[in-house]
């Protein structure tokens, strides 16, 4: 990791203080497991993306995760079809907590070009998103952007987000259900 | 064996159906036919089967709208291939838009299964006889036929549309 000075932290001889919240937040900042969902051109800048030059395993991303139940982080990379929007919404509800959804690219994000009857305009319509990054396609730079913007949500936000009201009716507004963690 | 040109190919289809053969002719060289509706089916099968001109290979099924054609406003075509004597044809059947159907070529073609399927899905062809007459390629809840001239193109929900910002300010 090697990145402990990016929390609050006290020094002191031999020992460093700081709270568990931030050393788990940094802590899984550091091991995402992406789950990519590639379906077109924004895909293939996913795959540049993944690839040595730009080597997002230098994030502890080595590992994609195929199955959605080790996966931590949907990367959602092209156009959703109105037919496709049930099979992503299912990958989603699928992932375990804490879970995290990146839309990359226009179509992802808002329909881009394919203002159409059979495209979905924008997969925030199924599912909640938390970082968008705009493109067509975006280049890689930009994805690697908006992984750093999902690092800096997992660090930050509370380990028990999923437990709060505002994540519930979130939750609730898109029709998904959540188990009825106790956090008590 | 002499080689079989559009002529012949013509004559010998206008023979056995004298009167099922509406109107023809050749754009770009490929002989084009417009024939009955009912007769559509009979007439496929007896490409098929004929020995001379085995038109074995049905290439494509599609369908048309015209909106502004009162009583014909659904073309079904269809491009057919011999492989044996290596020619093409096209052979259109006009439908009214009170009854857009027609017979199912699944009998002859096992192939025209997921075609007819399609042209079912964007158009609303009922094809009479076809094992599985239901979408293929959209979603099942959709509810009206996208590529019929009546619907518009562009999707219907979104909000964000502001038409400033597409040069469609009319104002």
Redesign the interface.
């Known amino acids: 990791m090697g990145k402990i000075d990016d929390v609050e932290v006290i020094n002191g001889e031999g020992y460093q203080l700081t709270t568990l919240d931030k050393a788990i937040g940094l802590a899984r900042a550091n091991s995402v497991w992406p789950l990519p969902f590639a379906t077109s051109c924004c895909g293939i800048e996913f795959m540049a993306t993944m690839g040595s030059a730009y080597d997002l395993s230098r994030f502890g991303m080595e590992r994609m995760s195929f199955s959605p139940r080790q996966a931590d982080l949907l990367i959602v990379a092209g156009t959703i079809s109105?037919?496709l929007?049930p099979v992503l919404k299912k990958v989603y509800e699928q992932m375990s907590e804490p879970k995290w959804v990146l839309s990359v690219g226009a179509c992802a994000c808002?329909?881009g070009i394919f203002?159409?009857?059979?495209?979905l305009?924008g997969i925030d319509r199924i599912i909640p998103v938390d970082v968008y990054v705009p493109g067509c396609p975006p280049r890689p730079e930009q994805i690697i952007d908006g992984v750093m913007n999902i690092h800096e949500l997992v660090k930050n936000e509370s380990n028990r987000r999923r437990y709060s009201d505002e994540y519930k009716h979130l939750m609730q507004n898109y029709n998904i259900e959540i188990e009825d963690g106790k956090a008590e | 064996m002499e080689k079989l040109n559009n002529e012949a190919i013509l004559n010998l289809i206008q023979g056995a159906f004298p009167n099922d053969v509406l109107f023809h002719e050749e754009p770009y060289g490929l002989l084009t036919l417009e024939v009955t509706a009912a007769k559509g089916h009979e007439i496929i099968e007896w490409l098929k089967n004929h020995e001379t001109l085995s038109v074995n290979y049905l290439t494509n099924i599609a369908a048309v709208h015209y909106p502004e054609d009162a009583g014909r406003e659904f073309a079904v075509v269809y491009q057919l291939h011999s492989w044996k004597n290596l020619f093409r044809l096209r052979i259109k059947c006009y439908l009214p838009k009170e009854n857009v159907s027609i017979a199912s070529l699944v009998d002859i073609f096992p192939g025209a299964n997921w075609m007819e399927r399609e042209s079912y899905d964007f158009f609303g062809v009922e094809f009479i006889g076809h094992p599985d007459m239901r979408r293929i390629?959209?979603?099942d809840s959709?509810d009206y036929f996208?590529m019929r001239k009546e619907?518009?193109?562009?999707?219907d929900?979104?909000e964000?549309?502001d038409d400033r910002y597409f040069g469609r300010n009319n104002q």
């Open positions: 109105k037919k929007g808002s329909g203002d159409t009857y059979s495209v305009q | 390629l959209n979603e959709m996208p619907y518009a193109l562009e999707d929900t979104r964000d549309k």
